[in-house]
């Protein structure tokens, strides 16, 4: 199968991308490693952490054909291009960057860019993005969504920003494609050091979005 279309798939399919956002490339590399335990199969690990590439390269290697392993916080062409060639094959950026886009669509990387307003929100889709990331959602909420999608239901928008267990069915509700999720997951084993923490946090986010889609 084309391999975008698949990594879509694997997105869109189960509804959750994991974004790994942590101060420590090697917490970052296990809390990633303990997600694709617990199921995660779309995550994205963020330029913020420290050596993000080689995490990056790392779970990329490790993780060939059932996971699809991102970069976050893309903001331009040069990181886009860095982090396909580490082996990212899906760029997330929190803001709008055509050059960005060119790199993804170039080398058939999933793309998931920023917006907020419906203007952004419709400029990102006819940049070529695959998926409008909605950011931060925390400040607006489910109904944002449901009343974008009235006008524009032709987009795919994944919320990233304040889902979490509680609310991730209004989200679905609302219309949402996928769902962004953190801390939820990625901070279970913090006060712990126990990475089993994150792969059942895992578990337990995904049983959570199978039941609101139902």
């Not at 999933?110 to 931060?136: C, M, Q, R, Y």
Request: proline residues 4%; without cysteine; aromatic residues 6%.
């Amino acid at each position: 199968m084309f391999t975008k279309l698949r990594n879509l798939e694997t997105l869109v399919g189960d509804g959750v991308l994991l974004i790994v956002r942590l101060d420590d490339a090697d917490e970052a590399y296990e809390v990633a490693t303990a997600a694709i335990a617990g199921g995660i199969r779309a995550l994205e690990i963020t330029y913020s952490v420290p050596n993000a590439l080689r995490v990056i390269e790392r779970l990329a290697q490790e993780n060939k054909d059932d996971v699809v392993i991102g970069a976050g916080t893309v903001l331009d062409a040069q990181a886009a291009f860095a982090a396909i060639t580490a082996g990212a094959q899906m760029l997330v950026s929190p803001q709008l960057n055509p050059e960005m886009l060119a790199v993804a669509n170039r080398y058939q990387a999933v793309s998931i860019s920023g917006a907020f307003t419906p203007t952004e929100i419709l400029n990102t889709i006819e940049a070529g993005a695959d998926i409008v990331k909605l950011f931060p959602a925390e400040f607006v909420g489910p109904n944002y969504v449901k009343t974008v999608l009235a006008p524009l239901s032709q987009v795919p928008i994944l919320p990233t920003g304040g889902v979490n267990i509680d609310n991730v069915g209004d989200w679905f509700s609302a219309g949402a494609t996928a769902v962004g999720v953190g801390s939820y997951i990625t901070k279970a084993a913090r006060a712990t050091g126990d990475y089993s923490l994150v792969t059942e946090a895992a578990r337990t986010f995904l049983a959570a979005v199978r039941d609101a889609r139902n």
